[in-house]
């Protein structure tokens, strides 16, 4: 960037000399000489100018990369908790439009501030070399610019984070929205969803005309500045001129170092906007950053199994969600399961069945000594050895937007094509897969929305068994079957019932 800059640089340079070299005795010869450094300062220019963008740009694609990978790596390795109380819509604003703007900053940001950094300086040296006085005019303007300049950037600060935010719900709503589609239409909803998606757009829109108004008044401000400059400097460079205090062609080549400087002034707006935008965005996203993850505890001497132990017991469970005043979702549950066993709870609506599931697989935190594993307590064993040995069919189906395959092998490391026939076979759902066109292959849509209600739960029953988990928990997980299905589907958990153990 340096280099390029000071070859750039040298042109005007060279310009001065052929515009002074022309009334001399030797005119032609430094009119030619300095023709020929200029076409190679120019090259130059251009070649150093092409890496040096080139190399600050993939870089600060590099960055982009590696940071939305670890902002997604660091979030869903969040505590449950945290994904109740915050927006979908939040999160993805974080993770595509934050993490955008942090490139911005780092990649043409980053490049502008450089090159105008750099550029001021060494033009104010070959600048001073022409003429100081004529230099210390030029600069009679810029404190001025500098003090709009720092107005500007905490305005502009101000007013982004709100547009930022704006953003979040904005697409907060579009999210809940698309995700439900069926139920919008069910009810008939389509204007009165238009019309609470259409407020979250002027509002983001509002803050947006406050960014842009904030905008337009600096560059207003710069470009006036930046003409006062320039008819200062063509004000004093003529007077020099004529007083024989400085050559034509010194007073050319200020002019020509004068205009190189223009665009850098010009474009600190832009640099400040994106300077501003950046760091609101790496505020956002630091915030994310900075909750503390679920403790995967690498346990140094794990505790032994219990001889004689049940293969899962809960000893005076209680737990209250954080923050909700409706008081303990669970209070005093204590019972065991010994291997290979079924075991139904039976309560009424609400009284804690699916919260009891989550604790079961440690989604939220969970007092020691109250919940054991063949005899060891959950809270000193690493989740993915509690998560391995557990699998669990909510009662809200989610499948992803893939082929039948690998929604059913998605827990396996790789997708086993026997596999997913044996679980999709005692799930009863086989049959219905071969009647598809492309069988396990068919892409079944967004959440499988191409399949039935009764459909993804035993595509979701599917996975669970083909994960092989030792634990099976079914949360209302048949509730969209008939009854004669779900008879069939315990007539087959029984028939291994020896390797698997039951809760429903």
């Not at 440690?362 to 391995?388: A, M, N, Q």
């Not at 009764?454 to 209302?476: F, P, S, V």
Request: include cysteine.
């Amino acid at each position: 960037m340096f280099i390029s800059t000071l070859f750039g640089l040298l042109v005007p340079w060279m310009i001065r000399d052929a515009i002074d070299g022309i009334s001399a005795p030797d005119g032609r010869e430094r009119v030619v000489r300095a023709v020929s450094w200029m076409v190679l300062f120019s090259a130059l220019h251009g070649g150093f100018r092409y890496f040096g963008r080139r190399g600050m740009l993939v870089t600060a694609r590099r960055v982009e990369m590696r940071l939305r990978r670890d902002l997604l790596s660091h979030v869903i390795r969040l505590p449950l908790s945290f994904f109740g109380r915050t927006p979908t819509g939040d999160v993805m604003s974080r993770l595509t439009n934050d993490v955008s703007a942090v490139w911005l900053l780092l990649g043409p940001g980053a490049l502008t501030l450089a090159g105008t950094a750099i550029s001021y300086v060494l033009a104010l040296l070959f600048m001073a070399r022409i003429n100081v006085m004529l230099t210390l005019v030029s600069l009679a303007v810029a404190p001025v610019i500098v003090f709009t300049s720092r107005e500007y950037g905490k305005a502009f600060h101000r007013h982004h984070r709100k547009a930022q935010e704006s953003l979040a719900a904005m697409n907060a709503t579009l999210q809940e929205n698309i995700t439900g589609i069926r139920l919008v239409k069910a009810y008939g909803l389509e204007e009165r969803e238009e019309s609470r998606f259409r407020a979250a757009c002027r509002d983001y829109y509002r803050q947006n005309v406050s960014v842009s108004k904030t905008s337009a008044a600096f560059h207003g401000a710069i470009g006036l500045l930046a003409g006062v400059g320039v008819a200062f400097v063509l004000l004093m460079g003529g007077w020099l001129v004529i007083r024989g205090s400085l050559t034509l062609g010194g007073f050319v080549a200020f002019n020509a170092y004068l205009a190189m400087l223009s665009f850098p002034t010009m474009a600190l707006g832009w640099v400040i906007n994106l300077v501003q935008r950046g760091g609101s965005a790496m505020g956002r996203i630091n915030e994310f950053l900075e909750i503390p993850t679920e403790p995967w505890r690498p346990v140094l001497s794990p505790p032994r199994k219990v001889p004689d132990a049940p293969f899962l017991e809960v000893r005076d469970l209680s737990f209250a969600y954080e923050g909700q005043d409706r008081g303990e979702a669970l209070k005093g549950i204590t019972f065991s399961l010994r291997k290979g066993e079924i075991v139904g709870l039976v309560g009424q609506t609400g009284s804690g069945k699916s919260t009891l599931f989550s604790l079961l697989l440690l989604l939220y935190p969970v007092p020691p000594g109250t919940i054991f594993l063949e005899g060891k307590d959950v809270s000193l064993l690493p989740l993915d050895e509690i998560r391995g040995a557990v699998s669990l069919v909510s009662q809200d189906p989610f499948l992803f937007s893939d082929t039948i395959l690998a929604n059913i092998c998605f827990g396996k490391d790789v997708p086993d094509e026997q596999d997913a026939r044996r679980a999709a076979s005692m799930a009863r759902f086989l049959a219905e897969v071969e009647e598809l066109p492309d069988g396990l292959h068919t892409v079944i849509g967004e959440r499988g929305i191409s399949l039935s209600g009764g459909q993804k739960q035993r595509a979701t029953i599917a996975r669970a068994l083909c994960a092989g988990g030792e634990l099976l928990l079914l949360d209302d997980a048949l509730s969209a079957g008939d009854s004669e299905t779900e008879q069939e589907i315990f007539q087959e958990i029984l028939s291994v019932r020896g390797g698997r153990t039951v809760l429903f």
